[in-house]
């Protein structure tokens, strides 16, 4: 182990959510390889399938809706430190159209951000985002700053419930967050992403967005 990896603060019992897909699931098992983290605990509404599930190893698997109350005790429970929310979706589920998405997307972070503020153990949270908060429009800069926001904030969609996500994020005062605003291009050989985020649990090479110290665009209404 090398100097600068033994100064990094590993997490000891980490939750990751929307496990069952692609991104959360591969993280799960990206993380299970770490031995200095203890317990995993992946949580989803669905059941993961079952080369996924083999994959994500020693992680503990919760079938639970994070707009449930119910994952609130999920965490307490656990005594979890760290919380990795990446359970939200870019499409709309197959009933309900926009609506369902934003309660799925929005009610859900609200849920998940409440049970971490009352949970004594969790120090830290890791939120997947998504590059398109700093905007697409005609108007807007080929390339940003961290310190620039949009012209035209985006105003519907997928954009618009991660700029409410962060938004709420923000409000974590008691506790470490870190957005992640991803724009990914991954497949089953890209191993890239999983250490990136990985990273940002300890610290670590991965680097770190502080979601209360960046601000690129409007906060919710």
Known sequence: MSAGESNLHYP??????????FLGGY?????VQNPMINRVIAVDAVAPSKDLLRRMGRAEFVRADIRN?????????GEVDTVVHTASASYSPRSGGR?????LNVMG?????????????VQRVVVKSTAQVYGASARDPVMFTEEMSARRPPADGFAR???????YA?????????????????????????GYRAGSLSGG???????????PTAAAA
Not at 161 to 167: F, G, P, R, T, V
Not at 205 to 215: D, F, K, L, M
């Open 69 to 77: 109350p119910f994952i609130a005790k999920v965490i307490r429970n």
């Open 12 to 21: 000891r019992v980490v939750l990751v959510t929307g496990a069952s897909r």
């Open 161 to 167: 419930d991660s700029i409410d996500i962060e938004s």
């Open 205 to 215: 090479p991965g680097g770190s967005h502080h979601a209360r110290a960046r601000r």
């Open 170 to 194: 923000r409000g974590l005062g008691r506790r470490r967050a870190r957005c992640r605003r991803d724009n990914p291009a991954t497949g089953q050989s890209d191993r890239s992403w999983h």
């Open 99 to 103: 609506a369902a998405l934003k309660e």
């Open 109 to 121: 972070a609200m849920q998940l951000f409440a049970a971490c503020q009352k949970a004594p153990t």
């Open 27 to 31: 993280l799960a098992a990206r993380l």
